[in-house]
């Protein structure tokens, strides 16, 4: 199976991590109740945690790292899009070597804690929903997907970034998920096809 590589903002991962693992937390608080029971309350979820391991392999394998570190310093969340998990709006919350590090072979791992924005995000996503549909029915720049392609590589051909691309079209759920016949939403300035 062939899968695509994992992406953070403006980085791209020359191959996949090695090891992905996904946590879902979820707050539980215990209540004592006289003579010896108890009473559990759902607190409701807490944040998800992404997280893995990789090496960067080959001439520049150092150097590759020092490129991922400098998406790390970024204090911003941004789109973290997974060939398999879905895609989410994260802080990169750690990075880390897990050995000294060699000009040809990196080992690293990485957690990105997922963002809710369920409190002003989602009014906020909503206006520039509807902002961005009023500008495409004005003057709708459209692409409609081919076999082959990927959300990136339509961003990518229209000078577009995928956080771009992915709030101009809200209709996709899921960017890893595109279907030929798809419409997809350039803005203004996109090649239309």
């Known amino acids: 199976m062939n899968l695509e590589p994992m992406r953070y903002k403006n980085y791209v991962w020359p191959h996949n991590p090695r090891t992905y693992e996904i946590i879902y937390d979820r707050n539980i608080a215990v209540h004592k109740v006289p003579f010896g029971r108890y009473f559990l309350q759902n607190m409701g979820l807490t944040r998800r945690i992404l997280r893995g391991e990789g090496e960067f392999v080959g001439a520049g394998a150092y150097e590759e790292f020092k490129k991922l570190a400098t998406v790390f310093y970024d204090e911003e969340p941004g789109l973290l899009v997974h060939p398999v998990w879905q895609v989410s709006n994260a802080y990169f919350a750690s990075l880390s070597l897990k050995m000294e590090p060699y000009e040809d072979y990196v080992k690293y791992a990485f957690?990105?804690?997922?963002?809710?924005?369920?409190?002003?995000?989602?009014?906020?996503?909503?206006?520039?929903?509807?902002?961005v549909a009023a500008a495409a029915s004005a003057a709708p720049?459209?692409?409609?997907?081919?076999?082959?392609?990927?959300?990136?590589?339509?961003?990518?051909?229209?000078?577009?970034?995928?956080?771009?691309?992915?709030?101009?079209?809200?209709?996709?759920?899921?960017?890893?998920?595109?279907?030929?016949?798809?419409v997809i939403f350039l803005g203004q300035g996109g090649e239309s096809r």
Not at 111 to 131: P, Q
Not at 162 to 172: F, T
């Open 111 to 131: 957690e990105f804690w997922e963002t809710y924005d369920g409190y002003t995000g989602k009014a906020e996503k909503y206006a520039a929903g509807r902002k």
């Open 141 to 182: 720049q459209t692409y409609t997907v081919r076999a082959g392609d990927t959300m990136w590589g339509i961003a990518q051909r229209n000078g577009l970034t995928l956080e771009e691309l992915v709030a101009l079209n809200p209709q996709i759920r899921n960017p890893n998920r595109i279907y030929v016949g798809d």
